[in-house]
């Protein structure tokens, strides 16, 4: 198959594929623990989402360093170099909105929600992850493509009515307004992200055709 | 795949002695295509007024939005379901009953509902994950 001559199985690209694998994984794995520590209240598993975006950096790293160690035909690592910072992208604003989660209380009119949200953020980190395996597989990724742009429609619908209900809220400290606009703002963003990183996926299938 | 995971959860009310212009008016606000009609006072199941209905039944009929009520275009009974079902449970239902929505309850209290268009999302997404839905 064409793709496999251009995605080619060399030790460098064996390596840096792995990596990239263990990277969605650990994605996969924040934000499952954190909607588990949203829903539970648990500033302390919150806190261990920092833990994870180090590891995360970590591995990063050694991708793109594997990247232009001469991974890759040189046409398609900017593209798998995008996708890498897409998905960095999203730790950071899950950490970031981590932080602003332990600082806020949630009325109960969004509580549910934002438990929802965080719930179909970390089936979109799954799906995402699906789609890469199908991608160096070689497999068609429309379906899959499709499928997290559901979840992101999904997700903005749902962004419109937080937003209406939280200009409903009375906010008497600036702080507290601020930290629960940025919380629901970060929530609702990932999602954008993780499609940003399926898009990345698509072309770079596309350009090995 | 649970039609949990698919449904809407924001699930608006509107007093069935509210005018037609109301109903408009809080779908238009809230952005969405249906509202579930309340009969406080009366021994009567809640009913559901749809986008559909108000256009069909009074806007194309040339009656006057402020003066009929929600409760003369509303349908009833609302058509639920628990929200353990299938995506194909409620596809069945839909067919059934011959509605583009079905309610998902919590014992007696309305939870979220799903249409058409989340069964199909729903379908698209289990066939990504690569598991078949019926």
């Avoid at chain 1, 261990?48 to 232009?68: F, H, P, T």
Wanted: aromatic share 6%; hydrophobic share 40%.
């Amino acid at each position: 198959m064409l793709f496999n001559k251009f995605f080619s199985r060399g030790k460098k690209e064996e390596r840096v594929l792995e990596k990239i694998r263990s990277h969605i994984e650990l994605l996969c794995k924040a934000c499952e623990m954190f909607r588990q520590a949203l829903e539970e209240g648990n500033s302390g598993s919150m806190r261990k989402i920092s833990d994870l975006e180090r590891e995360a950096d970590g591995i990063k790293r050694k991708i793109i360093s594997g990247i232009y160690d001469g991974a890759f035909l040189p046409y398609l690592r900017p593209d798998l170099c995008r996708f890498i910072e897409n998905v960095d992208d999203v730790f950071d604003l899950l950490e970031d909105t981590a932080f602003s989660s332990m600082n806020i209380y949630l009325p109960g009119k969004i509580r549910d929600e934002c438990f929802r949200i965080a719930f179909l953020n970390q089936r979109m980190c799954e799906m995402l992850l699906i789609t890469f395996d199908a991608m160096v597989k070689g497999d068609d990724l429309r379906e899959k493509v499709l499928a997290i742009r559901i979840y992101e429609k999904k997700i903005d619908d749902m962004k419109f009515g937080v937003l209406c209900d939280l200009r409903e809220l009375s906010i008497d400290n600036y702080w507290h307004g601020k930290t629960l606009s940025d919380f629901v703002a970060g929530l609702t963003t990932i999602s954008d992200i993780i499609e940003d990183a399926s898009d990345h996926l698509q072309i770079i299938h596309l350009s090995m055709r | 795949m649970k039609v949990k995971e698919v449904m809407t959860t924001r699930v608006e009310t509107i007093d069935g002695e509210s005018t037609v212009f109301d109903a408009i008016e809080r779908m238009i606000e809230k952005r969405i295509r249906s509202l579930v009609v309340k009969f406080p006072g009366e021994d009567v199941p809640d009913g559901i007024i749809t986008a559909r209905d108000i256009v069909f039944r009074v806007i194309a009929q040339k009656r006057n939005l402020r003066e009929v009520k929600v409760s003369d275009v509303a349908s009833r009974p609302l058509i639920t379901t628990e929200q353990g079902a299938s995506l194909s449970d409620v596809a069945k239902l839909m067919e059934e009953s011959g509605v583009e929505r079905v309610f998902i309850r919590d014992n007696n209290e309305i939870i979220g509902v799903v249409a058409l268009l989340d069964i199909m999302a729903g379908t698209l997404i289990m066939r990504a994950r690569g598991r078949n839905v019926i």
